[in-house]
C-alpha cells in the first residue's frame, strides 16, 4: 500500500518496509520528540492508525461502438420535378437528417447537400438549447465563412418577434454594423416573424434573400434550414422543418467574405427566444 495512514496521536509513515513512528509531545516543551525503530517486521498495537488511503486508483473499461452510417441513393441524377429516395439503412433507432426529417428514408427533389446523423437507444431529451432575452444576448463563434457552397441549419424556439422596418430578428448572422454601406455576408433570421434566408453581393450591396410566406409559430420548435451553392439552380433554398418553403435563383458567385465573426442571435438584431444545434 502506498498511501499515508491517519491518525490524531501520532504520524506513521513506510520507509522501505521499517515503521517509522513519531510520537508528538504533549506540551511544548524542550524536552526531544521520542523517537523509536522496529525490526523490519513491525507488531501492532491499538493505538497504530488506521490506513485510509485517499488516492486509491482503479481501472474500468467500455465498449464504444461507432455507428457507420451509408446512405444509398435510387438514382444518382434526375429529372426536373422528380425526387431521389435517400436510404440510410436499416437497424438503427433515430435518424437526423440535416433537412429536419427523423425517418430511415427521405426523398430529395432539390439540388443540395444531404447528411444524416444515427443513433442506438431512445434519443436523449436535454436543456442546453441557448436562450436568448432579444435585448443585447448573443453568441460569438469564430470568423468561418462558406463561400461556395454551404449549408446552415438550427433549431430556432421564438417567444416573439419584430415588426415594421426593422422587424429583422437574426438567429445566425455574420453582420457587421448598421451602417448600410458596411460589407455584409449573411443574414439567418426571422424577417416580421417569417422565416427568412439572405446572402450578400457587397460590389453592388443588394441582398438575396429566400423568404417563407408563414409565420412562425411562437413558443414552438421549427427546424430551419437554408442552403447555398453557386454551381446548382436554384442556388438559394430555404427549408422549414424539411420542406422547401423559398428558393432564390439570381446569385451565382461566392458569397461575400466580410471580417466578421459568425453569432448566434446578434447584437443589432437580436433573437428572443432559444436556439438549438
Not at 451602417?179 to 443574414?187: D, M
Not at 423568404?211 to 430551419?224: A, P, T
Request: glycine share 6%.
Amino acid at each position: 500500500m502506498n498511501c499515508p495512514p491517519t491518525g490524531r496521536r501520532s504520524q506513521d509513515s513506510w520507509v522501505t518496509g521499517t515503521l517509522k513512528r513519531e510520537v508528538e509531545p504533549r506540551h511544548l516543551t524542550s524536552q526531544p520528540m521520542e523517537t523509536t525503530e522496529p525490526s523490519m517486521e513491525p507488531t501492532y498495537d491499538t493505538d497504530t492508525p488506521e490506513q485510509i488511503c485517499n488516492a486509491c486508483s482503479a481501472t474500468d473499461s467500455i465498449v464504444v461502438s461507432i455507428l457507420d452510417a451509408t446512405i444509398t441513393a435510387s438514382s444518382e441524377s434526375v429529372c426536373f420535378g422528380d425526387s431521389v429516395l435517400l436510404d440510410a439503412g436499416a437497424g438503427y433507432d433515430n435518424y437526423n437528417w440535416n433537412t429536419g426529417d427523423t425517418s430511415q428514408t427521405i426523398y430529395a427533389s432539390n439540388s443540395g447537400s444531404y447528411s444524416v446523423t444515427v443513433g442506438d437507444g431512445v434519443g436523449v431529451d436535454n436543456d442546453y438549447s441557448m436562450s436568448f432575452d432579444g435585448v443585447d444576448d448573443y453568441t460569438e463563434l469564430s470568423d468561418l465563412s462558406l463561400l461556395s457552397e454551404v449549408t446552415w441549419s438550427c433549431w430556432i424556439k421564438p417567444n416573439s418577434y419584430s415588426t415594421g422596418t426593422f422587424g429583422q430578428n437574426h438567429f445566425l448572422t455574420k453582420f457587421a454594423d448598421l451602417n448600410t454601406a458596411t460589407p455584409r455576408e449573411l443574414a439567418f433570421e426571422l424577417d416580421n416573424g417569417k422565416v427568412t434566408i439572405n446572402i450578400r453581393d457587397n460590389s453592388v450591396a443588394q441582398w438575396h434573400s429566400a423568404n417563407s410566406s408563414q409565420l412562425v409559430d411562437l413558443n414552438e420548435w421549427i427546424y430551419v434550414t437554408a442552403s447555398y451553392n453557386k454551381n446548382v439552380s436554384p442556388s438559394l433554398v430555404l427549408y422549414v422543418d424539411g420542406i422547401v418553403v423559398a428558393t432564390d435563383d439570381l446569385y451565382h458567385n461566392d458569397i461575400n467574405d466580410i471580417s466578421t465573426p459568425l453569432r448566434v442571435s446578434d447584437i443589432y438584431y437580436p433573437f428572443d427566444g432559444e436556439i438549438d444545434g
